[in-house]
Protein backbone atom coordinates (compact mmCIF):
# COMPACT_ATOMS: atom_id res chain seq x y z
CA UNK A 1 0.00 0.00 0.00
CA UNK A 2 1.02 3.33 -0.88
CA UNK A 3 0.29 6.24 1.34
CA UNK A 4 1.31 9.93 0.11
CA UNK A 5 1.38 12.58 2.29
CA UNK A 6 0.67 16.35 1.24
CA UNK A 7 3.49 18.97 1.62
CA UNK A 8 1.98 22.47 1.92
CA UNK A 9 4.02 25.99 2.36
CA UNK A 10 3.57 25.76 6.53
CA UNK A 11 2.87 22.25 7.13
CA UNK A 12 4.51 20.97 10.15
CA UNK A 13 3.66 17.25 11.28
CA UNK A 14 4.22 15.76 7.54
CA UNK A 15 7.39 14.26 8.54
CA UNK A 16 5.70 12.70 11.24
CA UNK A 17 3.22 11.34 9.22
CA UNK A 18 5.58 9.83 6.74
CA UNK A 19 7.15 7.71 9.58
CA UNK A 20 4.48 6.41 11.10
CA UNK A 21 2.95 5.61 7.43
CA UNK A 22 6.28 3.58 6.95
CA UNK A 23 5.88 1.82 10.73
CA UNK A 24 2.72 0.93 9.82
CA UNK A 25 4.22 -1.23 6.86
CA UNK A 26 3.09 1.50 3.79
CA UNK A 27 5.34 2.56 1.13
CA UNK A 28 5.12 6.60 1.98
CA UNK A 29 5.83 9.33 -0.21
CA UNK A 30 5.64 13.18 0.14
CA UNK A 31 3.64 14.79 -2.48
CA UNK A 32 4.51 18.89 -2.97
CA UNK A 33 1.49 21.05 -2.98
CA UNK A 34 1.84 22.13 -6.63
CA UNK A 35 2.00 18.74 -8.03
CA UNK A 36 -0.22 17.63 -10.36
CA UNK A 37 -1.20 14.04 -9.17
CA UNK A 38 -1.18 11.59 -6.13
CA UNK A 39 1.81 9.19 -7.49
CA UNK A 40 -1.20 6.84 -7.43
CA UNK A 41 -1.00 6.21 -3.54
CA UNK A 42 -4.05 4.49 -2.05
CA UNK A 43 -4.07 7.22 0.89
CA UNK A 44 -3.56 10.57 0.62
CA UNK A 45 -2.74 12.27 4.31
CA UNK A 46 -3.19 16.56 4.66
CA UNK A 47 -1.19 17.23 7.81
CA UNK A 48 -1.14 19.34 10.42
CA UNK A 49 0.47 22.50 10.02
CA UNK A 50 -0.54 26.03 9.06
CA UNK A 51 -0.62 25.70 5.39
CA UNK A 52 -0.18 28.94 3.73
CA UNK A 53 -0.02 30.93 6.89
CA UNK A 54 -3.60 30.22 7.69
CA UNK A 55 -3.95 33.44 5.99
CA UNK A 56 -7.71 34.64 5.35
CA UNK A 57 -9.02 31.67 7.25
CA UNK A 58 -7.24 28.36 7.96
CA UNK A 59 -7.12 26.15 5.40
CA UNK A 60 -8.74 28.17 2.18
CA UNK A 61 -5.55 29.12 0.77
CA UNK A 62 -4.46 25.40 0.76
CA UNK A 63 -7.32 23.93 -0.93
CA UNK A 64 -6.71 26.41 -4.31
CA UNK A 65 -2.82 24.63 -4.56
CA UNK A 66 -2.98 22.24 -7.22
CA UNK A 67 -2.21 18.87 -6.12
CA UNK A 68 -5.96 19.58 -4.28
CA UNK A 69 -7.77 19.20 -7.26
CA UNK A 70 -5.85 15.92 -7.62
CA UNK A 71 -7.07 15.10 -4.23
CA UNK A 72 -10.50 16.13 -4.91
CA UNK A 73 -10.13 13.61 -8.12
CA UNK A 74 -9.05 10.98 -6.12
CA UNK A 75 -11.59 11.49 -3.39
CA UNK A 76 -14.18 11.23 -6.58
CA UNK A 77 -12.89 8.05 -7.33
CA UNK A 78 -12.63 6.70 -4.08
CA UNK A 79 -9.48 7.45 -2.93
CA UNK A 80 -8.70 7.77 0.72
CA UNK A 81 -7.85 10.88 1.71
CA UNK A 82 -7.15 11.38 6.00
CA UNK A 83 -7.25 15.08 6.86
CA UNK A 84 -5.26 15.73 10.81
CA UNK A 85 -5.93 18.98 12.01
CA UNK A 86 -5.02 21.87 9.77
CA UNK A 87 -5.45 18.98 6.84
CA UNK A 88 -9.01 18.55 8.49
CA UNK A 89 -9.60 22.26 8.07
CA UNK A 90 -8.44 22.07 4.61
CA UNK A 91 -10.72 19.57 3.18
CA UNK A 92 -13.46 20.78 5.21
CA UNK A 93 -12.67 23.87 3.31
CA UNK A 94 -12.72 22.20 0.03
CA UNK A 95 -16.08 20.15 0.50
CA UNK A 96 -14.68 16.72 1.11
CA UNK A 97 -16.55 16.80 4.33
CA UNK A 98 -19.18 18.12 5.55
CA UNK A 99 -19.05 21.36 7.51
CA UNK A 100 -16.48 23.98 9.07
CA UNK A 101 -14.08 24.78 11.51
CA UNK A 102 -14.50 27.35 13.85
CA UNK A 103 -12.24 29.26 16.39
CA UNK A 104 -11.78 27.51 19.83
CA UNK A 105 -14.87 28.78 22.03
CA UNK A 106 -11.98 29.41 24.72
CA UNK A 107 -10.72 31.88 22.39
CA UNK A 108 -7.46 30.26 22.58
CA UNK A 109 -4.59 27.63 21.26
CA UNK A 110 -5.48 24.57 22.72
CA UNK A 111 -2.91 21.64 23.26
CA UNK A 112 -2.64 18.61 25.48
CA UNK A 113 -4.21 15.33 25.64
CA UNK A 114 -7.91 14.05 24.89
CA UNK A 115 -9.72 10.44 24.89
CA UNK A 116 -11.75 10.00 21.85
CA UNK A 117 -14.62 7.50 21.70
CA UNK A 118 -14.98 5.34 18.05
CA UNK A 119 -18.57 6.41 16.98
CA UNK A 120 -17.76 3.77 14.11
CA UNK A 121 -15.81 0.52 13.26
CA UNK A 122 -16.92 -0.30 10.11
CA UNK A 123 -15.07 1.88 8.16
CA UNK A 124 -10.90 1.90 6.66
CA UNK A 125 -9.93 3.81 9.66
CA UNK A 126 -11.28 2.66 12.00
CA UNK A 127 -11.49 -1.26 11.51
CA UNK A 128 -8.63 -2.71 13.71
CA UNK A 129 -9.62 -0.72 16.93
CA UNK A 130 -10.92 -3.00 19.46
CA UNK A 131 -14.93 -2.37 20.50
CA UNK A 132 -15.05 -0.82 23.53
CA UNK A 133 -11.79 0.89 22.91
CA UNK A 134 -10.88 4.42 23.71
CA UNK A 135 -8.23 6.22 21.92
CA UNK A 136 -5.54 8.89 23.55
CA UNK A 137 -4.10 11.17 21.45
CA UNK A 138 -3.21 14.92 21.68
CA UNK A 139 -4.36 17.82 20.27
CA UNK A 140 -2.74 21.59 19.37
CA UNK A 141 -5.29 23.76 17.39
CA UNK A 142 -6.73 27.27 17.23
CA UNK A 143 -9.50 26.27 15.06
CA UNK A 144 -10.81 23.11 16.20
CA UNK A 145 -14.58 24.18 16.78
CA UNK A 146 -16.42 21.37 14.76
CA UNK A 147 -19.59 23.59 13.69
CA UNK A 148 -22.61 22.65 10.95
CA UNK A 149 -26.07 24.56 11.22
CA UNK A 150 -28.29 22.40 13.38
CA UNK A 151 -30.40 20.71 10.52
CA UNK A 152 -27.57 19.56 9.05
CA UNK A 153 -26.01 17.99 12.00
CA UNK A 154 -28.94 16.33 12.32
CA UNK A 155 -28.46 14.87 8.95
CA UNK A 156 -24.96 14.43 9.33
CA UNK A 157 -25.42 12.15 12.68
CA UNK A 158 -28.76 10.48 10.46
CA UNK A 159 -26.08 9.53 7.86
CA UNK A 160 -23.06 8.11 10.31
CA UNK A 161 -20.83 11.13 9.75
CA UNK A 162 -19.21 11.26 12.88
CA UNK A 163 -16.55 9.37 13.53
CA UNK A 164 -14.79 9.93 16.36
CA UNK A 165 -16.43 12.35 19.39
CA UNK A 166 -14.23 13.07 22.97
CA UNK A 167 -14.56 11.30 25.96
CA UNK A 168 -14.43 11.53 29.05
CA UNK A 169 -12.05 12.75 31.60
CA UNK A 170 -10.74 15.30 29.05
CA UNK A 171 -14.25 15.79 27.64
CA UNK A 172 -14.25 18.90 25.08
CA UNK A 173 -11.42 21.14 24.45
CA UNK A 174 -12.51 23.43 21.72
CA UNK A 175 -16.44 23.70 21.92
CA UNK A 176 -17.41 21.55 19.29
CA UNK A 177 -21.20 20.51 18.27
CA UNK A 178 -22.02 17.52 19.85
CA UNK A 179 -18.43 17.07 21.33
CA UNK A 180 -17.16 16.16 17.10
CA UNK A 181 -13.58 15.57 17.15
CA UNK A 182 -13.70 13.71 13.52
CA UNK A 183 -15.99 12.90 10.78
CA UNK A 184 -16.33 10.69 7.40
CA UNK A 185 -17.50 11.55 4.13
CA UNK A 186 -21.03 9.87 3.40
CA UNK A 187 -19.00 7.22 0.86
CA UNK A 188 -16.76 6.40 4.02
CA UNK A 189 -13.60 7.31 1.88
CA UNK A 190 -12.60 11.01 3.34
CA UNK A 191 -12.02 10.97 7.17
CA UNK A 192 -11.44 14.67 8.67
CA UNK A 193 -10.12 14.55 12.67
CA UNK A 194 -8.87 17.59 14.92
CA UNK A 195 -6.50 14.90 17.27
CA UNK A 196 -3.17 13.77 16.12
CA UNK A 197 -2.91 10.25 15.11
CA UNK A 198 0.81 10.23 13.88
CA UNK A 199 1.52 12.20 17.27
CA UNK A 200 0.56 8.93 19.29
CA UNK A 201 1.81 5.93 17.64
CA UNK A 202 4.70 4.70 19.09
CA UNK A 203 4.22 3.97 23.45
CA UNK A 204 7.41 6.14 24.00
CA UNK A 205 5.61 9.01 23.03
CA UNK A 206 2.92 8.44 25.71
CA UNK A 207 0.26 6.62 23.89
CA UNK A 208 0.46 4.21 20.54
CA UNK A 209 -3.28 4.71 19.70
CA UNK A 210 -3.10 6.19 17.13
CA UNK A 211 -1.65 3.12 15.44
CA UNK A 212 -4.84 1.72 15.25
CA UNK A 213 -5.84 4.38 13.00
CA UNK A 214 -2.81 3.44 10.47
CA UNK A 215 -3.45 -0.02 10.80
CA UNK A 216 -6.61 -0.40 10.03
CA UNK A 217 -6.28 1.64 7.00
CA UNK A 218 -3.07 -0.53 5.78
CA UNK A 219 -5.66 -3.63 6.54
CA UNK A 220 -7.73 -1.90 4.85
CA UNK A 221 -6.57 -1.46 1.98
CA UNK A 222 -4.59 -4.43 2.12
CA UNK A 223 -7.82 -6.74 2.19
CA UNK A 224 -9.24 -4.76 -0.62
CA UNK A 225 -5.79 -4.85 -2.99
CA UNK A 226 -6.16 -8.95 -2.45
CA UNK A 227 -10.08 -9.15 -2.85
CA UNK A 228 -9.49 -7.05 -6.65
CA UNK A 229 -7.01 -9.36 -7.30
CA UNK A 230 -4.55 -7.42 -7.89
CA UNK B 1 -10.20 47.52 -19.99
CA UNK B 2 -10.38 49.81 -17.25
CA UNK B 3 -9.47 48.86 -13.82
CA UNK B 4 -11.92 49.03 -10.88
CA UNK B 5 -11.26 49.27 -7.13
CA UNK B 6 -14.00 47.09 -4.60
CA UNK B 7 -14.01 46.98 -0.94
CA UNK B 8 -15.37 43.26 0.25
CA UNK B 9 -16.85 42.91 3.95
CA UNK B 10 -16.99 39.70 5.16
CA UNK B 11 -18.49 39.05 8.60
CA UNK B 12 -19.43 36.38 10.64
CA UNK B 13 -22.93 35.11 10.67
CA UNK B 14 -25.63 36.19 13.23
CA UNK B 15 -25.64 33.13 15.96
CA UNK B 16 -22.12 32.12 14.94
CA UNK B 17 -19.57 32.48 17.58
CA UNK B 18 -17.40 35.54 17.07
CA UNK B 19 -14.01 35.24 18.87
CA UNK B 20 -12.40 38.50 17.90
CA UNK B 21 -15.68 40.55 18.84
CA UNK B 22 -16.24 38.61 22.22
CA UNK B 23 -12.31 39.14 22.86
CA UNK B 24 -12.70 42.85 22.32
CA UNK B 25 -16.09 42.94 24.32
CA UNK B 26 -13.98 41.30 27.26
CA UNK B 27 -11.40 44.13 27.24
CA UNK B 28 -13.77 46.90 27.53
CA UNK B 29 -13.71 47.56 31.04
CA UNK B 30 -10.51 47.41 31.24
CA UNK B 31 -11.27 51.25 28.77
CA UNK B 32 -13.38 52.00 31.68
CA UNK B 33 -15.98 51.25 28.73
CA UNK B 34 -18.91 49.94 30.20
CA UNK B 35 -21.97 50.99 27.25
CA UNK B 36 -20.79 49.04 24.39
CA UNK B 37 -22.03 45.56 23.09
CA UNK B 38 -22.89 43.49 20.86
CA UNK B 39 -19.21 44.05 19.09
CA UNK B 40 -18.80 41.87 15.78
CA UNK B 41 -15.22 41.80 13.85
CA UNK B 42 -15.31 41.20 10.02
CA UNK B 43 -12.42 41.10 7.77
CA UNK B 44 -12.41 44.25 4.91
CA UNK B 45 -10.61 43.23 1.47
CA UNK B 46 -9.46 46.01 -1.08
CA UNK B 47 -8.43 45.26 -4.51
CA UNK B 48 -8.63 46.08 -8.45
CA UNK B 49 -10.04 44.37 -11.30
CA UNK B 50 -8.99 45.01 -14.49
CA UNK B 51 -12.24 44.37 -16.95
CA UNK B 52 -14.40 46.30 -19.72
CA UNK B 53 -17.01 46.96 -17.82
CA UNK B 54 -18.09 47.50 -13.86
CA UNK B 55 -20.37 45.15 -13.81
CA UNK B 56 -18.07 42.28 -15.10
CA UNK B 57 -15.25 43.67 -12.05
CA UNK B 58 -17.73 43.21 -9.80
CA UNK B 59 -18.93 39.82 -10.80
CA UNK B 60 -14.89 38.51 -10.47
CA UNK B 61 -14.97 40.22 -7.24
CA UNK B 62 -18.17 38.45 -6.23
CA UNK B 63 -17.04 35.09 -7.23
CA UNK B 64 -13.78 35.38 -4.94
CA UNK B 65 -15.75 36.78 -2.18
CA UNK B 66 -18.29 33.82 -2.78
CA UNK B 67 -15.64 31.13 -3.01
CA UNK B 68 -12.75 32.52 -1.41
CA UNK B 69 -12.87 35.39 0.92
CA UNK B 70 -15.92 33.80 3.00
CA UNK B 71 -17.06 30.71 3.83
CA UNK B 72 -20.63 30.72 3.41
CA UNK B 73 -21.28 28.09 5.93
CA UNK B 74 -20.52 30.87 8.27
CA UNK B 75 -20.02 34.29 6.94
CA UNK B 76 -21.65 36.57 5.08
CA UNK B 77 -20.25 39.11 2.59
CA UNK B 78 -20.91 42.29 0.85
CA UNK B 79 -19.08 43.90 -2.65
CA UNK B 80 -19.50 47.56 -2.28
Redesign the interface.
Known amino acids: MKVGVVVFPGSNCDRDALHVARLAGAEAVPLWHEDPDVAGADLVILPGGFAYGDYLRAGVLARFSPVMRAVSAHAAAGGLVMGICNGFQVIAEAGLVPGALLCNASLRFEHGWVRLSVERRDTPFTAAIPEGRTLRMPIAHGEGCYYLPGPALDSLEAERGVLFRYASPEGNPNGSARDIAGVISPDGRVCGLMPHPERAAEAILGSDDGMLVFRSIVESVGASTVGAGR | MTSYRFVVSVMPKEG ?2 D ?2 G ?2 VETSLPHLGVDTVHGVRVG ?1 RVELSVDAPTEAEGRAVVERLAEE ?2 S ?1 P ?2 ETWTVG
Open positions: ILPQRARLFNLI
